[in-house]
């Protein structure tokens, strides 16, 4: 810098005054390119092995002792127990409220400071298009993750005065920390589709967020710790809910309100806010356009009407869209049609027809279309991002069909249509008396319905599929496995379901890329149909068939969705668990 003045003050003085005010824009843009260095310096010093070394250190013996024994009581039932000492090393907290504060703290911090290096390296570095996108869906995922780590964090501190109950507590904290930790996989999965061999960035940045993903781990874990060693206060919790679901079988649950129950009845019509119409007749032409009317962060349901027609756009539901519900006439009738794929440049996440990433969403009686094709590989129909509940809805696509991305989701009397893993993500997601399509695919390929994505044994997701119908699509010849694991910790039930002839005896495909078999949980309980015969099952340790009661009411609406009485309250649908 000093050289810089020195030629400034060596110019003529005729000049001086002329010249003074690029003097001071030269300064400005070299002192402006000089921390743009150091951020970017240190973005990649931040991503690199030796910061990855310093985040995973482990403490010496001697400085474990000084840490209180409550905080390592808790750090050993953890998976990442080193990584809980480092995190908790500074904390004088002794209950395990303000530990496992502390631990949600630190993980909300470390995810802020990956995104704002992130948003930097995006910002300043030429990126080709597949770079861009996958760089701009991990910043989504960061903001997603932030999002929902703050939402723990209020439920944490309002407790007592927002929940009636301490399951009720425990219930959110898994639901929003297992999405949380969704994220950073969905991130990482997708800069690893990456086909630059120099685009080193990526693994850098996956890297960066597995201390992450580990710190995020061990507050699931304290919360099941938590859990446990309070199970008779919880307790109640669900034995309230299994009541509740036996008075509503077959009708509607008890929780509901009369309102609801009305709004369900045909003959009763629901008022909308805003009316959409391709030919003009409502009050908007695309859904996309009456979504930007809908006010932000509501509290109050807000009623869309997609009048019969087929509707060519790209839906998206963002966070601040709080409290939508979309109501067609009917599947065959409101369509919502895209064609984004990943061959054509779109990753999985950004290849979707409808997005929802804003809670308590709500539709019914439309179709959501992908018409890529199978030859364009992954095209997704829906990406479930949020609480929500399908009623008579039609998904139809063929690779990637519905990415149930997410927390809590329920899907009744839905139609879901494609080839492979046609049924993936993370959710806790119920599917009840859902028509489940195989369509045929290209040569070469094997149908598999499910690839639940479930990593951590903490998280309390899980697809599970009761009273629906399996069957095969036109033309299709080929076995077709119930589901593969996406993650070493895979959950998904079927139950009193009709499994058709397309299904292998096997039942189940393994997936070595993203699992193990030693602790994926995969049940069938009470089937029937020509699919349904378990003598030829696969034998892995995580595997049961003819579960008892007790096991499969767990994946039942009232207990796999705990805390259903606060948002699916409002889906007005006919909700009861299989007896």
């Not at 990442?80 to 530990?99: A, D, G, H, V």
């Not at 779109?346 to 030859?375: C, E, M, Q, W, Y």
Request: aromatic letters at 10%.
């Amino acid at each position: 810098m000093a050289i810089i003045f020195k030629i400034f003050n060596n110019s003529s003085s005729s000049s001086q005054n002329s010249s003074r005010t690029s003097q001071k824009s030269c300064i400005v843009v070299i002192i402006f390119l000089i921390l743009i260095t150091l951020l970017l310096s240190s973005f990649f010093l931040d991503f690199s092995p030796i910061s990855k070394r310093k985040q995973h250190q482990v403490l010496s013996d001697s400085a474990i002792p000084s840490l209180h024994p409550t905080v390592k009581t808790v750090c050993k039932t953890t998976l990442y127990p080193s990584l809980c000492f480092t995190t908790l090393s500074s904390t004088n907290s002794t209950t395990f409220r303000r530990i496992l504060e502390t631990a949600m703290t630190a993980s909300e911090k470390s995810v802020a400071k990956i995104r704002t290096q992130l948003q930097a390296y995006l910002a300043f570095q030429d990126l080709i298009s597949h770079e861009k996108v996958a760089l701009r869906d991990c910043l989504e995922m960061l903001d997603q993750t932030l999002d929902e780590l703050g939402q723990a964090m209020d439920h944490l501190l309002a407790f007592p005065a927002s929940l009636p109950n301490i399951g009720l507590l425990y219930s959110n904290l898994k639901t929003l920390l297992s999405a949380s930790m969704t994220n950073q996989h969905t991130c990482i999965d997708g800069i690893s589709d990456s086909n630059r061999s120099d685009f080193s960035v990526a693994k850098q940045i996956g890297d960066s967020l597995i201390p992450v993903i580990r710190m995020i781990s061990n507050c699931l874990a304290i919360v099941t710790y938590m859990e446990t060693i309070n199970k008779d206060k919880s307790g109640n919790h669900r034995h309230l809910f299994a009541k509740m679901t036996q008075r509503g079988r077959g009708k509607f649950p008890a929780w509901m309100t009369s309102s609801d129950r009305i709004l369900m009845e045909k003959k009763h019509k629901i008022k909308a806010n805003i009316t959409v119409s391709g030919d003009g007749s409502g009050d908007y032409r695309s859904i996309s356009e009456a979504i930007k009317m809908v006010p932000k962060r509501s509290k109050n349901r807000f009623v869309i009407k997609i009048n019969a027609g087929v509707y060519n756009e790209t839906v998206e539901i963002p966070r601040e869209k709080m409290n939508i519900m979309l109501i067609g006439d009917g599947m065959s009738k409101t369509i919502i049609t895209g064609s984004k794929n990943i061959v054509d440049g779109f990753s999985t996440i950004d290849s979707a027809t409808l997005s929802v990433a804003g809670d308590k969403f709500l539709a019914r009686d439309l179709t959501i279309l992908n018409t890529a094709g199978p030859h364009k590989y992954q095209a997704v129909a829906a990406r479930v991002t949020s609480n929500s509940a399908f009623y008579r809805c039609n998904f139809s696509s063929y690779q990637d069909t519905l990415f149930a991305h997410s927390l809590r989701q329920f899907y009744r009397e839905c139609t879901i249509q494609g080839t492979i893993d046609f049924i993936f993500g993370n959710a806790a997601a119920v599917f009840q008396n859902c028509l489940i399509v195989v369509r045929k695919p290209i040569h070469g390929q094997s149908n598999m319905i499910t690839a639940q994505g479930r990593k951590d044994p903490n998280q309390n997701t899980g697809f599970s599929l009761e009273n629906c119908t399996i069957v095969a699509g036109e033309e299709l010849k080929a076995w077709t496995f119930l589901g593969r694991p996406w993650g070493n910790y895979s959950r998904t039930m079927v139950m009193k379901s009709y499994l058709g002839k397309l299904i292998h005896p096997q039942g189940w495909y393994k997936w070595d890329k993203y699992s193990t078999l030693e602790t994926v949980e995969y049940i069938e309980h009470m089937n029937y149909g020509p699919g349904s015969d378990t003598r030829h099952r696969i034998k892995w340790r995580g595997y049961k068939k003819n579960c008892s009661q007790e096991i499969a009411q767990h994946f039942t609406v009232g207990e796999f969705l705990r805390d259903a009485d606060s948002w699916l309250v409002s889906t007005a649908f006919p909700l009861f668990t299989a007896s």
